[in-house]
């Protein structure tokens, strides 16, 4: 599995790749500047797929496959997932499916409720994270979240599945996540199907 990390706002990216379906959604952003910003990342999305498929980005044709994950209309034996926050964009390619989730560290309004939520079925866990001085509960807390959500993302199910019990539930199905070393400015996590084995390369800067 490869994984690149770029940042939107300083990546060289040339947004002319992007086809008239996707400058269309960005024109139709709140503002201006989320609208460049979004193709911005649309473009590098497509920098990092024609390298790993050996095609030039504007050639790249999206679908949709089940459950609602992207996929590559001609390349359908290479598997890609992607997130964005902060002003990052990650991107995971794998020939098997897989998924990944970054958070940028940010306020959150009520964190004991969000962490009895992702500690549903983790009781000692919810202590541990209660233990833990104030500045590391946020970072602590979308750790967990990054690896919930890129398992669901990893097996179609999307946040419906729900992120309380994604790892109780998938772990034991033949899922495995790993976490993402990505500093203190982000937290991250890809998963995929535990078999065959499988080791991460990257993050590649951009």
Do not use: Y
């Amino acid at each position: 599995m490869r994984v690149w990390l770029a940042s939107v706002d300083s990546a060289v990216v040339d947004t002319a790749v992007c086809n008239r379906t996707e400058r269309d959604r960005a024109a139709g952003f709140g503002s201006a500047e989320a609208g460049r910003r979004w193709l911005r990342g649309r473009a590098t999305l497509r920098l990092v797929l024609g390298r790993a498929v050996g095609a030039s980005p504007e050639s790249l044709a999206f679908g949709t496959a089940p459950g609602g994950k992207p996929s590559l209309l001609d390349h359908l034996g290479v598997h890609f997932n992607f997130s964005h926050s902060g002003g990052w964009l990650a991107v995971a390619v794998a020939d098997h499916p897989v998924g990944i989730d970054i958070e940028a560290p940010r306020r959150l309004v009520r964190p004991s409720l969000l962490a009895d939520r992702l500690f549903a079925d983790d009781l000692r866990g919810r202590s541990a994270w209660g233990l833990l001085p104030a500045a590391e509960q946020t970072l602590a807390l979308l750790q967990r979240w990054t690896r919930a959500e890129a398992l669901l993302k990893a097996t179609g199910e999307g946040l419906g599945g729900g992120v309380g019990t994604a790892e109780a539930r998938l772990l034991g199905r033949g899922w495995k996540v790993r976490d993402l070393d990505l500093g203190p400015s982000l937290a991250g996590a890809v998963a995929a199907s535990a078999s065959p084995s499988w080791e991460i390369e990257g993050p590649h800067l951009l």
